[in-house]
DNA sequence: AATGAATGAGGATTCATTCAT
DNA sequence: GATGAATGAATCCTCATTCAT
């Protein structure tokens, strides 16, 4: 049954498998070749596209900071006015698509895999700036100076929201999730700018 | 040499060594072996005392949580009115013994590995919600029905304090983190309660 | 691109990539893959020229041993009387095709693949026995009975040479190792025949 | 049955079949599962013994050097006059320790495994050192300045003996071997100093 | 109380080889 | 004629765990 060009489509499987894998098990400690037989295929072809282990793990870290990225961005091209910039990307950050279970074990641990290795520990920090960096552009001309610890803050409670989802007994909706962050916002910006 | 009564030493020097060495390796991929030899004996004592190292990771873990708790319980001794009482648990929060490289690197494996075992995860929950609590009494009194919202952001933030401080690539000290988290507070306070 | 027959390109390419990758690897212990790559194709088409990582080898091995023995017959051909017919020989052993790293370094793992390969032993045998021939032949009115023996030590002696080459840390030269064995077959004659 | 003090009978142990198992395959390709199994013993604790496969062919390789060596040193005890000297290192190597089909497959494959293992090279450059050194001394006296040539071309009617004992299909004693080096010997013993 | 000894089980990784296209 | 795709089979190695002393 080999066709031509199964390289990208034996890439995705895998690197869905492995969230899925990860999301289930809830640990990294998950072998090769659980994956590679839910992605259909043998550890050996595992390898093969990908080289190792931690290549698959950093893939689907990759693949799911993209994604999140990637709907970051589809949010900001509707965000009229700053206030709207920053709406946007509390609300994506709790979009169906991210804020389910498997994506969210998935997060926490690579959070834990960037403690001891390196790669993972880059392509995280280059994530955080990112979202910093969105938050901070749509929270300057409202908060001025403040905008930073602020937008720390926000990056806090969207990962305490994820926690709380991942540990806590009661199934958090995103929107419940969203008001919460939602609030925070708006009470800094009674506040005002600094 | 062995003499009577060694078991409380050892198992504390169990612990310590665990606490340890997964803060050195930041996961909890680290040999029984290893953490034994840290303690200054064999991995086949240490499964005497323990079991298993599932049960050595429990216990370090349960040490954390009782270290922190102490500490917590201990500053609320001083509190005179509400509003220090929730400062109190944010001060122990990022005290020296808890906001240290070593014990947030295991609080954070922890907190993963509450995703995978159920013995932690009730452990975790069982803490979580006596942090919760304390801080619920302490905002009951000024925030009135918002205070369970609250002592959850508070919560979270301290959570993102740790985090920042993890992987973050500048050094946060206690205090800048503390003031953080106050400085929401105040800003709750300033609102009032609902 | 496929032209009529490619057979004798593609084999020879792989006969040489063989050598070449056994050279630097310095072991037999070379994949397939690599040497086909080196050969510029696949590996599936190494098989199925050859049918097997064995047969590769063993072409190989008959291409060092094909191109020695036409070295030496082309230098025989020079031969006018028998100690020139014995120079021949060892100056052939000694030539630049010969003597240099990768084909030393084929050699002697051939010679150690003689020893759990039956085929591999087979050609080897059929070789020295051509070799010992050739240089009997030459000695034989030189030394009469003693030509065995002494066209038994002048191969060792080649052999000697190829070992000090290939692991020495001095790089000796062709001449170098000529003139030592030609001093032995000097010191043999002067003694004369039995 | 575990008693104490069994690392030195467990690891002598492994040295030995391990040479027997190399001896019996002709080859490295030799798995530490065979190895282990033939020593009576598990992998792991071959592993856990040596750790690893290439520190157990090193042992084994070092274990067959050091035994060579001491029975050298042994016949040299013996030797009056230089002439002697020379004649028991070349009496040693046939000696039927060493001079057998399992300890001659394992030299001849470290002897390839020098060339692409630095310790394995490293290790066999102090054993032929000190064998030529040997060699030197009791030719010195009698050859003067051509000891060294001398002395390099024994050391290749040796490994010459070695080569025919595995491949050959005759089988050479000892006796023969020694003989023919010992002629080589008196040849030039006769020719004299330079 | 304490440990060296020992292993079974499992996992990552490699590779020769096959096959459909 | 040629190759990408795919895998089964092996192999090294690690580790938690047990046990006799």
Known sequence: MPRLGMEPIRREALV?????????????????????????????????????????????????????????????IMAADPRSRVEAIIRASFSDTSFRQ????????????????????????????RIRSNLCHGLRPLLGARAGGVAENIAALIDGGYLRQSLGQETVDGAKAIEIVMQYLDLELERGSA
Chains 1, 2, 3, 4 share one sequence.
């Open 102 to 129: 498997e994506v969210i074990a998935a997060w926490l641990n690579f959070y834990v895999m960037a403690l001891s290795s390196a790669p993972a520990k880059r392509l995280l920090l280059i994530y955080q700036r």
């Open 16 to 76: 869905k498998a492995t969230i899925a894998e990860i999301g289930e098990a809830g640990t990294l400690d998950v072998t090769v070749n659980r994956i590679a037989k839910r992605a259909g295929m043998s550890s050996a072809l595992a390898h093969h596209y990908f080289g190792g282990k931690d290549d698959i793990f950093l893939a689907a870290m990759r693949h799911v900071l993209t994604v999140y990225g990637a709907e970051v961005r589809g949010a900001l």
